[in-house]
């Protein structure tokens, strides 16, 4: 099977700031792959070195088998980026930065104008075509980078923080969009802060952390390292119930057996199978169930946990989102 994304010990180094210190990571074609990570751990130099906007100081990466360095044109033509800041032609109607975009990447004149309408229809902004950059809204703005990413149909669609600052309404339509695109086969890499997004859509997540992967792992496996709360609701008192649990197996599952609210509440990696367990030594101790519900941790709680820096190095390396020097990384100036 061949690799969307193949990356060895990639390395960039800023004058002090390691913002990828060895980054391996490997991305099946067809799959919807999340790159997590706080701000400034790499994520979007990560992207920039895909593409060729930033060069890395060490390491190979390859795209569909293409160096994106020594194959630079094979490689950055099966990609399409939607980059986490805006650098478009401002000054043209947004369905001739399009038909650019698609003729600079090899699509004929007479098709890249039907992929242009057809990209704007995808994100919804069509009756826009005709307007400039400069007058979008910001919400509106972030879908025309997407429509900018479709319009040469890439094999590997990169969306860096395509959420940010979309309403509602555009999160749920590109979260169908994308879906869409990949189930017809196009690989899919996101980054997000809504990791709830990650959540839904990917099903492989790789956790960036000061320039190092942490972890590359299904969200349900990274779930399953985090702890639920199994919650129980009993007819009698709870007083004694606890010590019930408190004889549960010794399981290095459970963390903790508390009574809140007159309900039994254990904390537990894996919850869900930690209950009927619960409810055999409750049923055996002559309790009665009305009620029992697990809270399942969510993969933000698991990313908060696994990303969280002590006091001492909060700053470290960290860059606000809209930090404006950030756009210094496309150096090529407008990608086209
Ligand atoms: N052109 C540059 N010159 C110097 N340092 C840079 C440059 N671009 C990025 N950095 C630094 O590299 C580190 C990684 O930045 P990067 O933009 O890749 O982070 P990120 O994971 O995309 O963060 P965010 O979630 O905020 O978008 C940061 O410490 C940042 O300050
Ligand atoms: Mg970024």
New binding site residues.
Partial sequence: MTNALEVEDLR?R??D?E??DGVSLTVPEGSFFG?L????????????VLVGL?RASGGEARVFGHDVEDDYRLARDRVGLAP?EFNVDRFFPIHEVLEHKAGYHGVPHGEAAARAERALKQVGIYDKRDTRFDWLSGGMKRRFMIARALVTEPDLLIL??PSAGVDVQLRRDLWDLVTDLNDDGTTVLL?T?YIEEAERLCDRVAI?DS?RVRTVATPTELMDRGTDRVVVTLRESTATARDVLDALPDDDRVADVAVEDDRLVVTATQGGLLAPDIVRELDRAGYTILDLAIERTSLEEVFVEMTRHDDADADD?????D?P??E??A?GGVDR
Avoid at 317 to 321: K, L, S
Wanted: glycine fraction near 16%; charge should be negative; aromatic fraction near 6%.
């Fill in positions: 960039k800023y004058d700031v913002a990828l790159l990570g706080p701000n400034g751990a790499g994520k979007t130099t990560f992207i920039n930033v986490q860096d923080e980054t802060h960036l320039g390396g960290g860059v606000p989102a930090d020097d950030t210094t990384v150096a």
